[in-house]
């Protein structure tokens, strides 16, 4: 009952406009409604009001970003659990905990610390470049990426953890700092990173591929994240399968599952929503040279922003996105967003409704467009 709630958080707001509680809640109403400026607006108000509150900051650096407010938007994220815990880190060492530039990064060692999932880095790691340019780069981070990461060429070493007091020769910076340090050289949303697959997994699975049936080839997923009820500020996202299964019946070809754990009897109802067996390639998820061969070889990649997204865009290859409302803050407002450019965004509307977002999607099925991958 939005405009009832609205009406009470305005009352608590007249009447005690410093409560933190009633500035968190408007934001997050505000949010819901799709008014985004005024979100962000009570949120900058709550972080000003509670400056230690741990997920306040990442409320409104995810509605700056959303918004396109870059320069505002990463100030915020500079506020997260993982950024303070290493400025607590660094200062213990007695070495500066300040995000330092890239041009006051030129000649140096900098280790870059990956400090959340595999997607996430993969994002922040588009900005590596631009810092190769004027320094020697070391990763920090799941080993599972490093093999990927070699073939990038650059990085001088791969590690699986960074020791900031036994290494002081290496300046350290989180993943999550590069658009930050890299804020005055050029591009702030650059393509993502190239990574080429590596070719004797292509080799393997063009061949299984090829044994399941005729193109197109189109990899799905219909969950990712984390659910809100577990953590506030999380980037949940799903959709219904029998809904998504229908708008792809009339494209053909060969569909595989690149869901990651899906729950029992899913993939079954996959199959009969789309009247043809899917084939079950979740496995993938535990091995990412396979997960990156496959979103390669796909001629179509439909489903929800997930890992396999960014290592598609690593790939080279587009997809068709689901992306649920509110929208995350890396697929934007617009019809396309900065951050994935050629990926085409299908939005669910705000009231949770699907409808539009999968009848364009079963338009362009329909069509025979192939062009997405």
Same mark, same amino acid.
């Given at each position: 009952?939005?405009?009832?709630?609205?009406?009470?958080?305005?009352?608590?707001?007249?009447?005690?406009?410093?409560?933190?509680?009633?500035?968190?809640?408007?934001?997050?109403?505000?949010?819901?409604?799709?008014?985004?400026?005024?979100?962000?607006?009570?949120?900058?108000?709550?972080?000003?009001?509670?400056?230690?509150?741990?997920?306040?900051?990442?409320?409104?650096?995810?509605?700056?970003?959303?918004?396109?407010?870059?320069?505002?938007?990463?100030?915020?994220?500079?506020?997260?659990?993982?950024?303070?815990?290493?400025?607590?880190?660094?200062?213990?060492?007695?070495?500066?905990?300040?995000?330092?530039?890239?041009?006051?990064?030129?000649?140096?060692?900098?280790?870059?610390?990956?400090?959340?999932?595999?997607?996430?880095?993969?994002?922040?790691?588009?900005?590596?470049?631009?810092?190769?340019?004027?320094? +020697?780069? *070391?990763?920090?981070?799941?080993?599972? =990426? #490093?093999?990927?990461?070699?073939?990038?060429? $650059?990085?001088? %070493? !791969? /590690?699986?953890?960074?020791?900031?007091?036994?290494?002081?020769?290496?300046?350290?910076?989180?993943?999550?700092?590069?658009?930050?340090?890299?804020?005055?050289?050029?591009?702030?949303?650059?393509?993502?990173?190239?990574?080429?697959?590596?070719?004797?997994?292509?080799?393997?699975?063009?061949?299984?591929?090829?044994?399941?049936?005729?193109?197109?080839?189109?990899?799905?997923?219909?969950?990712?994240? +984390?659910? *809100?009820?577990?953590?506030?500020?999380? =980037? #949940?996202?799903?959709?219904?399968?029998?809904? $998504?299964?229908? %708008? !792809? /019946?009339?494209?053909?070809?060969?569909?595989?599952?690149?869901?990651?754990?899906?729950?029992?009897?899913?993939?079954?109802?996959?199959?009969?929503?789309?009247?043809?067996?899917?084939?079950?390639?979740?496995?993938?998820?535990?091995?990412?040279?396979?997960?990156?061969?496959?979103?390669?070889?796909?001629?179509?990649?439909?489903?929800?922003?997930?890992?396999?997204?960014?290592?598609?865009?690593?790939?080279?290859?587009?997809?068709?996105?689901?992306?649920?409302?509110?929208?995350?803050?890396?697929?934007?407002?617009?019809?396309? %967003?900065?951050?994935?450019?050629?990926?085409?965004?299908?939005?669910?509307?705000?009231?949770?409704?699907?409808?539009?977002?999968?009848?364009?999607?079963?338009?362009?099925?329909?069509?025979?467009?192939?062009?997405?991958?």
């Amino acid at each position: 009952r939005l405009d009832e709630a609205q009406q009470a958080l305005d009352r608590a707001l007249a009447s005690q406009p410093d409560h933190v509680g009633a500035l968190r809640h408007s934001g997050r109403l505000n949010v819901g409604r799709g008014e985004f400026a005024r979100a962000a607006a009570f949120f900058a108000a709550a972080v000003e009001r509670d400056p230690a509150d741990a997920v306040l900051p990442i409320f409104l650096f995810q509605t700056e970003l959303l918004l396109g407010h870059w320069e505002r938007g990463w100030v915020a994220y500079r506020r997260r659990a993982t950024r303070r815990a290493l400025e607590t880190a660094l200062l213990e060492c007695k070495r500066s905990a300040r995000i330092p530039s890239v041009a006051e990064l030129a000649g140096e060692s900098v280790t870059l610390i990956a400090e959340q999932g595999l997607g996430d880095t993969l994002f922040f790691l588009r900005f590596a470049p631009t810092l190769k340019r004027v320094a +020697t780069l *070391h990763f920090a981070g799941d080993a599972r =990426l #490093h093999p990927l990461l070699g073939r990038t060429g $650059l990085f001088e %070493s !791969l /590690r699986a953890t960074a020791d900031i007091a036994s290494d002081p020769a290496h300046a350290v910076l989180l993943a999550g700092d590069l658009p930050e340090a890299c804020r005055d050289s050029g591009d702030p949303c650059p393509a993502p990173l190239r990574i080429a697959p590596d070719p004797a997994r292509l080799a393997a699975w063009t061949m299984k591929l090829e044994g399941l049936g005729p193109k197109p080839w189109t990899g799905i997923t219909w969950r990712s994240g +984390t659910p *809100h009820k577990d953590l506030a500020f999380a =980037l #949940h996202k799903t959709i219904s399968i029998p809904d $998504l299964m229908a %708008s !792809l /019946r009339p494209l053909g070809g060969t569909v595989v599952a690149l869901q990651r754990n899906p729950a029992a009897g899913e993939l079954d109802s996959a199959s009969r929503a789309l009247g043809a067996g899917v084939h079950d390639f979740c496995a993938i998820n535990d091995d990412l040279e396979d997960a990156l061969a496959v979103t390669a070889l796909l001629d179509r990649h439909v489903g929800v922003s997930s890992t396999n997204m960014h290592l598609a865009a690593a790939a080279g290859k587009t997809a068709d996105v689901l992306v649920p409302f509110p929208p995350e803050w890396r697929w934007g407002l617009g019809s396309e %967003s900065p951050w994935f450019k050629g990926f085409r965004v299908l939005r669910q509307a705000s009231g949770g409704d699907w409808s539009q977002a999968l009848a364009s999607l079963a338009a362009s099925a329909s069509g025979g467009n192939t062009s997405r991958a």
